[in-house]
């Protein structure tokens, strides 16, 4: 057997070995139109959202069914309070998703799955998040990112025979690539999977992992060492929770969703089947990332869930609620914040619908879109939770229990803001986000002017691409200089006669598009190089950029309610046109920003508080957080602790 990493600690990698790994990782071409791709570029692809892309007949009527088994399921087995007292989802509870199927929501019906689209998919997770987060969690973690996902995509059909059906009845999967001192940079990764004849086996600890301390398969990321016959490097596995080696050492326990299973795994010499890997050696890491370019829209589906229920909430409090005379609501400082919640829910529904329906349909990219979702609806939700926690007043910042206790309606304002703070580091943390999304959005410029800043390359090779780049630059930044959003007759079918003008919104993203662009490429051209450190600027354009795609999505979700005779066209338009006009403040002090900053002063002083210039500042508080280490060990070995795993029978 292949001697294994040394101790299996995090191998050392320079900043650029870790990009190079994270770069093979991407896909890398472009085979299908990306709306968003072409707004990062300054193109307003409109003709490819619009008209709305709605689901089949008979997907909608399955998907209408499930939910509507779904709903009375909830009302009448779910508990969130008992979940988020008792920090577990009652065993009865997950017998009952069993029996509806909704392990199996998203596995083909020929291996016993419920076959929903993703549109129906994503509705369901937001109507059982709203009952109870965690086990909204537990079956997004479970076919989002779990097992069923990445066999969908990458699995032999001797695997999915195997595994699906399992999955889609009663089996509950995890998914494990954190490590304690791994997380977004996995050229770091430090579990190996040493092939022995027909097997591998798996050395390591995993952190974090989101329904381990339940699941019955495991999809796992290790590194395979390089040796004769293999080429190595990190590798998708399905192992079987139950194997020999395998210890939940640990639940996890977060401020929020409660009810997570989450916890930390070792591995120790655990033997897996060479029939388990899931894709070629190396391919790892690509098979996560693309598994994620659907699997996030799971997230801002539960946040357009928690968005309804805080309008519900901040519209019948208010409405009776008063303050000097007269609801609160009819006051200018809290109708600001139910505005807010309104249009940005509607904004939020119509961004994960919109993706989720070009997920369905697999005609276009959506690669950048789903990461936006997850971005700006992660942001959002906990916005918007804030507010409702401030429109509550002292009774947003007490228990739902407390509240109960002496006669009042049981509303778990607080407990949402707390549930949600997650969203933003799952998945891809915001920060991570903004690197990703980035990525991708200077795609263009990188593939015809990338060896221009490469120090590695040759003159020769530079050479080369100063006339690539030219001649791209040529046809390109003219395009930038004037477009359709110039003229007032542009997007008139988006101003039908008594509602309101929303084509002026999408005039105003055509030309924020154009001037996005403008300036990623004066970013480039001043930065070269260093463009990449400049992760300050890079998070603008992209907020800009969700900012643009969460508007156009609102004007065509609203033009699609007007014409589907429900008779909510106007209150639709009204909607959209509240939020796009919210929307362009945001998106004006962004651009702002994009010059205006102190970005070169953060780093000044950032540079001082590491070399603890500032600790007089810390002087006169006590630090309760002892002096246990920053990182706990994570050395390989056996076990010494007990094995919490709880497989639900």
């Known amino acids: 057997m292949t001697a294994p990493l040394e101790k299996n600690r995090p191998p050392k990698v320079t900043e650029r070995e870790a990009r190079r790994v994270a770069e093979a990782a991407r896909e890398q071409d472009w085979r299908k139109p990306s709306f968003a791709k072409e707004l990062f570029l300054g193109r307003f692809r409109l003709d490819l959202i619009h008209p709305h892309p709605l689901p089949s007949g008979e997907d909608a009527r399955r998907g209408e069914e499930f939910l509507s088994r779904v709903r009375a399921f909830c009302e009448s087995s779910v508990d969130g309070a008992l979940i988020e007292r008792e920090a577990r989802i009652p065993d009865e509870v997950i017998d009952g998703l069993r029996e509806l199927g909704a392990l199996g929501m998203k596995i083909d019906r020929k291996y016993g799955g419920l076959g929903l689209t993703q549109v129906y998919y994503n509705k369901a997770l937001a109507l059982i998040g709203s009952a109870s987060p965690a086990i909204g969690a537990l079956l997004s973690a479970h076919q989002s990112i779990g097992v069923p996902q990445p066999l969908k995509l ?194 939020l529904e119509a961004v994960v619908d919109l993706a989720s329906q070009m997920a369905d349909e697999d005609r276009n990219d959506i690669r950048i879109e789903a990461a936006l979702a997850k971005l700006y609806g992660s942001e959002m939700a906990c916005l918007m939770a804030d507010e409702l926690v401030q429109i509550r007043g002292g009774r947003g910042f007490e228990t739902a229990d407390s509240l109960a206790a002496r006669g009042e309606r049981a509303v778990a304002a607080e407990q949402l803001l707390r549930d949600l703070r997650i969203n933003r580091i799952f998945e891809g943390s915001t920060e991570i986000m903004h690197l990703l999304i980035a990525r991708e959005a200077v795609d263009a410029h990188l593939k015809v002017a990338g060896d ?132 362009r403040i945001r998106v004006e002090e962004l651009f702002d920003r994009l010059w205006t900053n102190t970005d070169d002063l953060d780093r000044k002083v950032v540079a001082r508080v590491l070399s603890g210039a500032y600790t007089w500042l810390e002087e006169g508080v006590i630090d309760p957080s002892g002096d246990a280490p920053w990182i706990a060990e994570a050395a390989p070995g056996p076990s010494r602790r007990d094995n919490v795993h709880r497989p639900i029978p």
Request: hydrophobic share 40%.
């Open 452 to 583: 221009l800043i490469d120090p590695d390359k040759t003159l020769g090779d530079k050479a080369r691409a100063g006339a690539q780049a030219g001649a791209f630059y040529a046809r390109w930044l003219p395009k930038l200089v004037a477009g359709p959003g110039r003229l007032p007759t542009s997007y008139q079918e988006f101003h039908p006669s008594g509602h309101r003008d929303l084509a002026t919104h999408l005039r105003y993203v055509e030309r924020a598009s154009r001037r996005l662009a403008r300036a990623t490429f004066l970013g480039m051209a001043r930065w070269q190089g260093r463009m990449e450190s400049k992760q300050g600027f890079l998070g603008r354009i992209v907020d800009i950029g969700a900012e643009l795609f969460a508007m156009s999505a609102a004007c065509v979700r609203a033009e699609l309610l007007r014409g589907d005779g429900d008779g909510h066209g106007r209150e639709a338009y009204q909607l959209a046109d509240a939020f796009c006009r919210q929307s």
């Open 154 to 347: 990458f699995g032999t059909q001797e695997q999915k025979d195997a595994f699906l059906p399992r999955l889609a009845r009663h089996d509950i999967s995890a998914f494990l690539l954190t490590e304690p001192d791994v997380g977004s940079d996995p050229a770091r990764l430090a579990t190996t999977a040493v092939p022995d004849g027909d097997d591998y086996v798996i050395d390591g600890v995993k952190l974090w992992t989101t329904n381990g301390v339940v699941a019955d398969l495991l999809v796992v990321m290790a590194r395979v060492p390089e040796s004769e016959g293999h080429p190595g490097g990190i590798t998708a596995f399905v192992v079987e929770a139950a194997s020999e080696g395998i210890t939940v050492e640990h639940r996890n326990a977060f401020m929020g969703l409660r009810g997570l299973e989450n916890g930390v795994t070792r591995f120790h010499h655990v033997r897996v089947p060479a029939a388990n890997r899931i894709g070629p050696e190396g391919a790892g890491l690509k098979i996560a990332l693309t598994t994620l370019n659907t699997g996030r829209l799971s997230l801002p589906a539960m946040c357009v869930g928690a968005g309804k229920w805080c309008l519900k909430i901040a519209r019948e409090w208010s409405a009776v609620r008063e303050q000097w005379g007269r609801p609160v609501a009819r006051h200018e400082a809290v109708g600001a914040k139910i505005s807010f919640i309104a249009a940005t829910t509607f904004a």
